[in-house]
Nanobody, 129 residues
Framework: QVQLVESGGGLVQPGGSLRLSCAASGFTLDYWSIGWFRQAPGKQREGVSCIDSSNNRPYYVDSVKGRFTISRDNAKNTVTVDLQMNSLKPEETAVYYC????????????????????WGQGTQVTVSS
């Protein structure tokens, strides 16, 4: 059974940093990608970044380029994908979700919402003074 568990959310001041983690397990795919999305109240879920099982460069939405960094660590049974978020802004307050996809993720492309097979429960990030 595929399982994704996010952690690392919290309250941070504007300009501060947080590191989110997504622990993914229970899947066997020759190719996979894991994406981070965020959803603010009353808004659609927005793709932020993704990384894949190959050596393709990650994807970042324009608004986070230069501030967010995604990375992955492949252990035997669990894949961990971290999202380091720096210089956070109040408008980035949202619930952050990670999702598992079998579709391509690259520097210019991130799978859309419907292309994800499983999601985590989300972690709240609040950027406020």
């Amino acid at each position: 059974q595929v399982q994704l568990v996010e952690s690392g959310g919290g309250l941070v001041q504007p300009g501060g940093s947080l590191r989110l983690s997504c622990a993914a397990s229970g899947f066997t795919l020759d190719y996979w990608s894991i994406g981070w999305f965020r959803q603010a109240p009353g808004k659609q879920r927005e793709g932020v970044s993704c990384i894949d099982s190959s050596n393709n460069r990650p994807y970042y939405v324009d608004s986070v380029k230069g501030r967010f960094t995604i990375s992955r660590d492949n252990a035997k049974n669990t894949v961990t994908v971290d999202l380091q978020m720096n210089s956070l802004k109040p408008e980035e307050t949202a619930v952050y979700y990670c999702g598992l996809s079998r579709f391509y993720c690259g520097p210019s492309y991130m799978p859309s919402l419907n292309d994800y097979d499983a999601w985590g429960q989300g972690t709240q990030v609040t950027v406020s003074s």
